[in-house]
């Protein structure tokens, strides 16, 4: 899983740290958008494939970023 896309975002799958925390697996995972913004997100896992999980984590990370440009393109068309 090194990109994901999705209506004309890409983001880069930088990578993840696992660590235990009070006996369960959370998992750092970091990434950054196609502009250099970069992202670091936190994920209890509790069963299922990591790279699935990371992978459906940056799909709702990317969802919610072109809902919110979007949101902003209509402001400043209104605005205009």
């Not at 235990?20 to 509790?46: C, S, W």
Request: glycine residues 10%.
């Amino acid at each position: 899983m090194s990109s994901r896309y999705l209506e004309g975002e890409v983001i880069k799958y930088l990578g993840y740290d696992k660590i235990l925390e009070n006996g369960k697996m959370i998992v750092h995972a970091h990434g950054q958008f196609e502009d250099g913004r970069k992202f670091y997100i936190t994920i209890p896992v509790t069963s299922g494939l990591l790279d699935d999980i990371i992978a459906g984590e940056f799909d709702k990370i990317l969802e919610t970023e072109v809902m919110r440009e979007g949101r902003e393109n209509e402001r400043s068309s209104l605005t205009a």
